[in-house]
């Protein structure tokens, strides 16, 4: 790892030699060599696995999303593990597919009270508005040892707010008191191609979990704390984002017959032979050369590095273990 | 357009006489109040209309693509005017969908000298690498009158440089000297969902334009100046976006029989019947409106507005002229 944080240095050091400089490495290179150490591996049980009915050649449609850990969105992510546990998702539908934007899913009827699937009783409805966190870090060193949001804070701007970063292989935004001895920060996550979040109705109404939602376009920031994000798609996500488009408002399917079966929701443990999935640690020394790689591609394909990169520009790697 | 122009002041003035403000409009609601002035028409000329071969189902997917206009990308739009004019990409394919990425078409063997459709002789190949354009704006007052990237320069920050903003309705970048007298500019076209671009090989080889690509993610924004932008999907990029997504590598189609045959590829000129398309202009006020609010949701839903806007989630409206 220590190899892996000195990529500048090393370059320097040739430059200064009159040798020529070794080719910068592609971020799928640098993923690619990144040490098993670098892999967090994803509880089973912190994913999701959604089967959709196989398509008309008759191929399975596998989806696994990966549920956001504490502090963020706990009560939805509560809430969704009961359904899930409880295969109530089974037998739902996706429903709407809105090109550059969202594909959705759950109950068809969940609209209308006299034929919506009943949820569990131990689903809440009606969650607090808790759609960003306040989160202290304790300043252990002079200067403030990093927290979360500080651990990978970009070098770049950002269109909407102050500041963004990964959190723990999840990429936040948040505003940071930097005058404040313990670091208050209100932090929350963004919507990024392949976010899963809860689709809700007008405030107060927060949604249950229940109804469920993926970007498949350009992220709709926009929707940052205004909806619960509760995980991402980290496999399959094609299965949804190449679905015909849905031709009434929103993207909704017209007829239902158009709406795509779900055939079952499982909670990973429940799922035999599931892969184990990992993602790249956001702390790692591979993730920051592959962040400053994606910012400043100078492999050869490239004339002008671009300088920056906005946040859902930098997606966290994830694999299944090899 | 004055009173479309005066938003903010008429909230104000609601506001202090303790009347209830007036609800906010959605970006769509401004949009679809926009008066007929503020739409920009589009040359049938300036469109590039695709015919896939129909779907499983006997459903025509046509393509409509908007050339960019000068200064931006002109050998490469040249170029592509004369092989729409021969008809030479009749009977090309579809050839990579890559998720989150991108939809590139043309000849399939266009790697294989061999097997290679020929190019009409006046296509130029070895373009200059004129990925953005140098411009200048002359003061012709005090304050120095907006120039194409001054127009509707954005309030808000982007992550890669240091402009954004609107140039006769596309989305542009650029490098302005604000100490010259005449603001030298250096400005290119970005690469938000729906952006046509110029299949290259690597560097000095540019493209001709015969291989073309769009965006059907998150804006690859580090392709910028690295890639001739030549246009946009104004109609129908659901029947690209919704592909099934290629399995080799870069989201090629590994067999031939997975392509999607292109049935006709004609300038707008020759399509008889073709709708008017129009834009709205990006000089307009109700332009001005509609990226406020797109930036600012006021509307029920949001509880939260975002207070900025990255430029490709402010995408210019187009509509077929009702």
Redesign the interface.
């Given at each position: 790892m220590k190899m892996l944080a000195l990529p500048f240095a090393a370059l320097a050091l040739a430059a200064a030699a009159g040798a020529s400089p070794p080719r910068a490495r592609t971020p799928g290179e640098i993923v690619a060599a990144a040490p098993a150490a670098d892999w967090v591996t994803i509880a089973a049980d912190d994913l999701i696995v959604m089967d959709l009915a196989p398509d008309?050649d008759g191929n399975g449609r596998c989806i696994v999303i990966q549920l956001i850990p504490p502090p963020f969105s706990e009560g939805w992510v509560g809430n969704i593990r009961t359904p899930a546990a409880a295969h109530w998702w089974d037998g739902t539908s996706v429903n709407r597919?809105q090109?550059?934007y969202v594909v959705q899913w759950g109950d068809a009827n969940g609209e209308d009270k006299a034929k919506a699937k009943r949820l569990p009783s131990s689903v809440f409805n009606g969650l607090p508005?808790e759609?960003s966190m306040g989160i202290s870090y304790a300043c252990m060193s002079e200067p403030c040892k990093p927290g979360p949001v500080h651990e990978r804070r970009m070098p770049?701007?950002?269109?909407?707010?102050a500041e963004v970063g990964f959190s723990s292989g999840w990429p936040v935004a948040g505003k940071i008191d930097e005058g404040s001895s313990t670091h208050d920060s209100e932090v929350w996550p963004v919507h990024?191609?392949?976010m899963v979040g809860v689709g809700r109705d007008?405030?107060p109404d927060t949604g249950t979990g229940a109804e469920l939602y993926t970007v498949i376009?350009?992220?709709?920031?926009?929707l940052?704390?205004?909806i619960a994000l509760v995980g991402r798609v980290i496999a399959g996500?094609?299965h949804l984002?190449?679905?015909?488009?849905g031709t009434g408002p929103l993207g909704f399917y017209e007829k239902p017959g158009q709406r795509v079966p779900i055939v079952s929701v499982r909670l990973g443990g429940e799922v035999a032979g599931l892969a184990r999935y990992q993602f790249l640690s956001t702390e790692s020394a591979s993730f920051a050369d592959y962040a400053d790689a994606?910012?400043n591609?100078r492999d050869?394909?490239?004339?002008?590095?671009?300088?920056?990169?906005?946040?859902?520009?930098i997606?966290v790697p994830v694999r299944a273990e090899p």
């Open positions: 008309r597919v090109d550059n508005q759609y770049f701007r950002d269109s909407y707010v990024c191609y392949g007008m405030p376009g350009h992220a709709p920031r926009h940052d704390r205004n996500i094609e984002s190449s679905l015909p488009r994606r910012a591609r050869a394909f490239f004339i002008q590095p671009a300088g920056g990169a906005d946040i859902c520009n997606p």
